[in-house]
């Protein structure tokens, strides 16, 4: 069952000069309920901008953007979204960061801390709770961000970048523990990242990006089992075919992303 | 689960026989600068400065003494610092609130915000301590001018931080508690009231200074009682030392009140790291 679907969506943003900016131009695809979609493209070519038009804080300039069905007028019902850049809450503790979705949501505070706890555990930050944000790594605070989004048990969730702050250790770790939290929820994800190997070793299906002003160049199929564990997933033959695919679609948009910035720079 | 929690550990400097030497040394040394200060004020005004003009130090301390012994010629001097701390903390609580509430709504009403621009410019453009005697005719010499005084001093100061607090707002803080599924009326009391928070201390330093002025000129502007009384009728009978004895009331009465605010704010705003904020305010 279709959850998410764009067709030829397209986002303008006023830019400077009068003349307006395309971010993206008609995106077309589509999120099935249960899959997990992974959007890679070079930097700036609208993947954060992609999400926005799903998540309904920005309206599309064109085209159409659904949910469930309906036309995304305003945030949809069930949608979790991760932003690329920082959002916790300074003045709250980890576990009142966490809690303030159930709040949002009429929870009591002792129900909404008890809920809070168990994901502040999941994503290991159990000994950290009574922490404020400024107490912890940048990394910490990404995964409080992550056990915010989690404990409302989206039906749609949106993640951008939401690992590439992390070491290599921990991100795969958090990658697998994505994938057990994930599996049978039944949750349409998109997953944007700059990293191949991520997108490979977590998607169904992986959406590559032209450059500036982005619109889908191309998606393939992920042809590997679940349940993954990603480390050992990396060494199969077939995930080596499959980046070997990806990467020669990819290759271009980077290469024409990079010619682009050194002519305007 | 139990909603027991570690608690945040407390960031301390740790008092190392090196730090207390060098505060040791910092207070000896002002101690230093002030004794040669008075002492050579005392000097001067007993063998080369005319004490009448400039005053001296005994003869402040004197009229300290007298005015908490004796009295004042308007009867005890604790009526008058009441009177004057009555008007300036009424005046403080009503000008913060309003500047507060006014501030935050209209920073995070666009359109109105604009509308009103123009108007907002002009009337901080006022010399508002003029209005001191203004406000005298209208509600006469009693509390009420005062305080209004007070009242308009305070209100400024406060509403411009709240209104810039208000729209300096993480658009990523609003956007994640949209997400996270809060109502307009959440994402005003848990995003946009904390994090203009800092800002709103910034500015109250700095107005309760601004109600004790606004107390004191309405009093000099008239009054039958407080400070700004004592400070008028010591100019009137040339007596400097009471204007300095007035001075310094004034001035430990502000500095009780910042340290107040200060414990205040250091409750409220424990999550902030351990930076300090200012606040550049004018009068
Ligand atoms: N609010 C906005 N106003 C104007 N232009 C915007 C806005 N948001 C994004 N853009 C522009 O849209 C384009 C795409 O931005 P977007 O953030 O979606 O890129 P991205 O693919 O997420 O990049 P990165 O990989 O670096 O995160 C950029 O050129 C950017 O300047
Ligand atoms: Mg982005």
Redesign the pocket.
Known sequence: MTVIALRNAT?R???TGGQP?T??RDLTFEVAAGEFVAVV????????????LVSGL?PASSGEVEVDGAPVRGIPDGVGYMF?ADAVMPWRSVIDNVAAGPRYRGLSKAEARTRAMVWVERVGLGPFAGYYPHQLSGGMRKRVALAQTLVNEPRILLM??PFSALDVQTRQLMQDELLRLWQGTGAAVIF?T?DLEEAIALADRVVV?TS???TVKAIFDVPLQRPRQVEEIRMTPEFVATYREIWESLRDEVARARQEVSRVG | MSAELTAAPAVSIPTTKKTIHRRTRLWSVRLVFVVVWLGSWELAATHWIDPFFYSKPSAIGERLAGWFTTGTAFGSVWTQLLVTLEEAVLGFVIGAVAGVVLGILLGRARFVAEVAAPFIKAANAVPRIVLASLFIIWFGLGLTSKVATAVVLVFFAVFFNAFQGAREVDRNLVDNARILGASRRQVLTSIVVPSATSWIFASLHAAFGFALIGAVVGEYAGADKGLGLLIANAQGTFDAAGIYAGMIIITVVALLAEWLLTLLENRLLRWRPPVRTSGEQRA
Do not use: R
Not at chain 1, 41 to 52: H, I, N, V, Y
């Open positions: 986002k943003f006023p830019g900016h971010a993206v493209g070079p930097t700036g070519c609208g993947k954060s901008t992609t999400l926005s920005e690329q951008d970048e944007v700059h990006m500036s002003p982005a």
